[in-house]
């Protein structure tokens, strides 16, 4: 075999060799590729979540800047009351502070949204300015007591005296959140 097809066919089994290993690690690195959520093992109780990551799409980043790290604590519902229908209950949200949530099985997830549809949020630091904010998102149960969350804020309006923050609305900060079950 001629020496350039020997290299040709080293590089494509190299090449083939790291598709086949990327398909096969999966997970959930926030990219995107498929979780394996634990929906039925959750148990109610008090969660503490980090904030893992944000995406911010509004006015350059500088409203990801307002969200802190947490924790931010709030009880979540047994998998057996999430089957008897939505469960509304308060929570606080980062970016948003304390406000109604429904929880509601979906699949494999636990959807999150707000039973009452928009919320005007005061945005910290910019005393006067106030956020119209819609809020969505899902929980992905990992363990009986383990947790990670996606929510997605909304950014409708701005109303007041916002300063320098000028962004086009509604634009969308991605917030990921890893939590744990506190102990009673």
């Known amino acids: ?26 997970g959930d690195g926030g990219d995107g590729a498929e979780r394996q959520c634990a929906v039925e093992a959750l148990e109610a109780g008090t969660y ?29 519902p047994s998998y057996a009351e999430l089957q008897a229908g939505p469960v509304d209950m308060f929570a606080e949200l980062p970016g948003i502070g304390p406000t109604a949530v429904r929880f509601e099985l979906e699949g494999d997830e636990i959807d999150v949204s ?32 383990a947790a990670n969350a996606t929510l997605v804020l909304t950014l409708v309006d701005l109303v007041g005296t916002c300063g320098i923050l000028e962004p086009s609305t509604p634009c969308e900060v991605t917030v990921q959140l890893r939590g744990d079950r506190q102990a009673e």
């Open 114 to 145: 707000l039973p009452g549809g928009n919320v005007f949020v005061v945005l910290p630091l910019l005393e006067g300015c106030l956020a119209e904010v819609s809020a969505e998102g899902n929980v992905c149960p990992l363990s009986a007591s």
């Open 48 to 76: 503490s979540f980090e904030v893992s990551k944000v995406v911010d799409g509004c006015a350059g980043g500088a409203v990801g800047e307002l969200i802190g790290d947490g924790p931010y604590e709030f009880d979540l």
């Open 1 to 26: 075999m001629p020496e350039r097809k020997k290299k040709f066919l080293a590089v494509s089994m190299w090449v083939c060799s790291l598709a086949v290993l990327a398909a096969a690690c999966g």
